[in-house]
């Protein structure tokens, strides 16, 4: 049985349809203003401090990276191993560009003793496989100078150009400090004005 005060209570007053849309409208925005600010905020923290993008801007790394390539860069959580392609700040020896950021490959490791003969590497005067090495033609054929033997200290990698005979490296500015490396290439994103994806 329904009470007869309760049944004679004043119904409460209906809500119009604009007042119940009208904070849903604006709880949208302010989500959606939310969600583009928390990913612009993301965004930049991957870029600072996990991945960026770089533009290759010569043909020391031809054929391996061609010139105008989009490459993404790891900056943390990588590993240096001999033959990973690396972005790093131009070291101040490098007297012979103007570009804050190059790329070249790890071919000698902290505590090695590297030189070469004739366009093989010898790495503690043995000769080192190069697999990533393609056949070199043009420009980028290894000139005849051989690398001064040299022993790379503590924290040190001896950098090379894949187009041996067309790249600033090692050969010309001595080894590179791992405080001058910005990351590794993990995978090109852009070439000949397309996407193209190929990872390392």
């Not at 959606?32 to 401090?49: E, P, S, T, Y």
């Not at 191993?81 to 902290?110: C, E, M, N, Q, S």
């Not at 950098?159 to 090109?188: A, F, H, P, Q």
């Amino acid at each position: 049985m329904i009470d007869s005060n309760e049944a004679r209570a004043p119904a409460p007053p209906a809500t119009t349809t604009a007042s119940v849309r009208k904070p849903a409208w604006r709880r949208q925005v302010i989500e959606w203003a939310a969600v583009v600010v928390i990913a612009v905020l993301v965004a930049g923290g991957l870029r600072a401090f996990v991945v960026q993008s770089f533009y290759v801007p010569t043909g020391s790394m031809l054929p391996t990276l061609q010139i105008g390539d989009r490459i993404i860069v790891l900056k943390i959580g990588y590993t240096i191993r001999r033959g990973d392609i690396i972005v790093f700040r131009r070291p101040p020896a490098d007297t012979d560009t103007a570009d804050a950021d190059l790329v070249k490959r790890v071919i000698g490791l902290p505590g090695e003793t590297i030189s070469s003969v004739r366009g093989t590497v010898l790495i503690n005067g043995k000769p080192l496989k190069e697999p990533w090495l393609p056949i070199l033609t043009g420009s980028c054929i290894e000139a005849a100078e051989n690398i001064a033997t040299t022993r790379i200290a503590p924290h040190h990698y001896f950098m090379m150009g894949d187009c041996r005979g067309n790249s600033l490296d090692s050969r010309s500015w001595g080894t590179l400090s791992s405080s001058y490396i910005v990351g590794k290439v993990e995978v090109i994103i852009w070439r000949f004005g397309h996407p193209y994806f190929h990872w390392f």
